[in-house]
């Protein structure tokens, strides 16, 4: 019998020829990430274990992004990347990407693959539940926490459980203009639950895959944990391979799943059949179509994040709120700096995209998470009262974006840009049938 | 934590379903030292606190983990109903429960990441219940866990469950954590 993808990864990083849904092996790894929230107390960790001058086991299989609580006065946050600069400059690190340097990146999911870190074939963890947005790129990756990061930075490895794979099949030659990959994430955590592939892979797979780019695959992956997945994976493609090899020199191997692999479920959508959805406060399985919450009352609207502040999720915004003024506080939030380079440069009828947003009345943020995670009380555009906001993160539970006295709805940047444009929820295929007339 | 199979003791908190790490440690808080021996007690003081009033300490609710102006909880076992844990990859969320004085968690089902936390960290015990008990066992219930039946005596109730044995995860949680564990299987040098 064949593998999955997964399987095949975790059998060859492990020395072994196969692995099954359920084994325990110990993996060599590729990648480490880690950020200016959990960064700290692995260091801490890792030196009480290894001792005061241990050295990683590989400087350049680590990488560091402060992103988190960066532009902030709070004095605890700013001591955590004072620790991270320290440990940088004590262990020689080549890929710590410094706040206030012109190497700052900001939300590290976006940042892995712009510096070419998310290779095919290879292990990457992160510190950091999102971290299995690498998957995208037909890597194994996952999150992890700060004891299971200071073992790697030690030594190298770590146990994983092989976990058995969901495989999600995409029908379809391209996705209908109204429809984003968010959209389609939001309509399988709907579908299966925010347990509903615990334990598990998702894979991403069939023939409307080639219709996705990089940046919709990288939607799918990174919600993979919103239903509980350990990890979510595409087979690399032509589309991947350009997108690394533009991003790094280093060599890597595809891995493709067995024709004969086991799976623990399928599950087919077919793209013409979805439409825009929301999840509802607060929960992301609490699903609704777009068009069912038309009309809902709504005091903000957020567009940012690992899985929603990409250049793509900003190119489709500025297509609804391009020529309007928003009625509601509207923030834009780059995941990156080069992303927000890019919304200066990439224009849209001549415009710059961001002017474009600022023109509309929009709020323009730093590259960061900002308040994706709300974080501390002065993090911009967070929750701090009873706002109820409609956002393209990933993430809903009580007091994710800061006050649990707080809403969020999640929704594609197409919900969010028209939502904010006419004040309240609003499905954008209104907007989108306009752009085509 | 306890690292033998001595019963576990303690008064009950309970809590529903998808309780995820943002209510068992709002982001706020993330920036305070794991290491430094007052600062982490901040952990403490506000483990649970993103849990929205009416679902804390059910069934009445509006009852907090530790009490106003306290790092450290009267109850030291958690009962939840499924999927406890769930949303970030923060071990700040396992081991605030712990500074709280939180000895064991009782749920139907974990979230991956928290529950591998809980366990390499050597934080605290997530056993699994056969079935959900939330609804079952009030907060201040006196239980007693027995690690070597695998039984949950509800004192209070005069009730008994069973419970899952820890599996494949067992030996990690009786070594303390993965350190402990990796240097009795010597991947990782005696200090």
Not at chain 1, 180 to 195: F, P, R
Not at chain 2, 3 to 8: M, R
């Amino acid at each position: 019998m064949g593998m999955t993808l997964t399987e095949k990864i975790l059998a060859k990083h492990s020395g072994k020829d196969r692995v099954s849904p359920g084994d325990n092996v110990w993996v060599d790894v590729d990648v480490l990430m880690t950020h200016d929230v959990c960064g700290p107390p692995a260091i801490g960790i890792f030196h009480k274990q290894f001792g005061e001058d241990a050295k990683v086991w590989d400087k350049n299989k680590l990488v560091i992004i402060p992103d988190h609580y960066i532009f902030t006065a709070d004095k605890y946050a700013n001591r955590n990347v004072d620790v991270l600069r320290a440990f940088a400059a004590e262990q020689d690190l080549p890929y710590f990407y410094d706040v206030g340097t012109d190497s700052y990146k900001g939300v590290c999911h976006v940042a892995l693959p712009e510096e070419g870190f998310t290779r095919p074939g290879e292990v990457l963890f992160g510190t950091d539940s999102h971290t299995c947005t690498a998957g995208a790129f037909g890597q194994f990756a996952t999150g992890i926490g700060n004891t299971d990061a200071a073992f790697i930075m030690g030594t190298g490895k770590l146990w994983v459980k092989v976990p058995e794979t969901m495989r999600f099949v995409f029908e379809g030659t391209s996705l209908p203009p109204y429809l984003m990959a968010k959209d389609i994430i939001l309509q399988i955590i709907g579908d299966i639950g925010v347990d509903g592939a615990t334990y598990r892979t998702m894979e991403f797979t069939g023939p409307g895959i080639k219709a996705l780019t990089m940046e919709d695959r990288m939607t799918l992956t990174n919600m993979a944990i919103e239903a509980g997945g350990k990890n979510g994976v595409v087979e690399p493609d032509e589309i991947t391979e350009a997108y690394v090899k533009s991003r790094t020199d280093k060599p890597f191997e595809k891995v493709y799943s067995d024709p004969d692999a086991k799976y623990h479920s399928e599950h087919f959508y077919n793209f013409e059949d979805m439409v825009p959805m929301v999840a509802k406060p607060h929960s992301p399985d609490n699903k609704a179509t777009a068009e069912e919450l038309e009309g809902e009352y709504l005091d903000r609207a957020y567009i940012g994040s690992c899985t929603g502040g990409k250049l793509s999720d900003f190119r489709a915004a500025a297509e609804i709120i391009r020529g309007n003024k928003v009625k509601l506080d509207t923030y834009i939030v780059p995941a990156t700096t080069e992303i927000a380079r890019a919304l200066e440069t990439e224009t849209m009828f001549g415009i710059p995209l961001i002017e474009i947003f600022r023109e509309a009345g929009c709020k323009i943020g730093n590259a960061s998470c900002a308040a994706c995670l709300g974080g501390p009380s002065d993090t911009f555009g967070r929750l701090n009262n009873e706002e109820v906001c409609i956002s393209s993160t990933n993430r809903n539970y009580p007091g994710r974006m800061g006050s649990k006295q707080s809403q969020v709805y999640l929704a594609s940047p197409y919900t969010v840009a028209a939502s904010a444009v006419t004040g309240v929820i609003t499905d954008p295929r209104v907007f989108i049938q306009q752009t085509v007339i | 934590m306890s690292k033998n199979s001595e019963p576990i003791k303690g008064k009950a908190f309970v809590l529903g379903k998808n309780i995820d790490t943002d209510q068992i440690i709002p982001a706020a808080h993330l920036v305070y030292s794991l290491e430094d021996p007052e600062e982490r007690k901040l952990y403490g003081k506000y483990a649970l606190s993103g849990v929205p009033a009416s679902e804390s300490g059910l069934p009445q609710g509006n009852t907090r983990l530790t009490k106003d102006g306290e790092t450290q909880s009267e109850f030291s076992i958690i009962v939840a109903s499924d999927n406890f844990g769930c949303g970030s990859s923060r071990e700040h969320a396992p081991a605030c429960l712990e500074i709280a004085g939180i000895k064991a968690i009782i749920s139907p089902s974990y979230a991956r990441i928290f529950y591998r936390n809980s366990v390499d960290g050597g934080f605290l015990i997530p056993f699994e219940s056969l079935e959900d008990l939330s609804k079952d066992i009030h907060t201040g219930d006196e239980l007693e866990i027995d690690q070597v039946h695998h039984t949950l005596k509800n004192h209070t109730q005069n009730k008994e469950y069973k419970i899952k044995p820890l599996g494949s995860v067992a030996d990690i949680v009786h070594a303390g954590g993965i350190f402990e564990y990796a240097r009795q299987n010597g991947m990782v040098p005696a200090r």
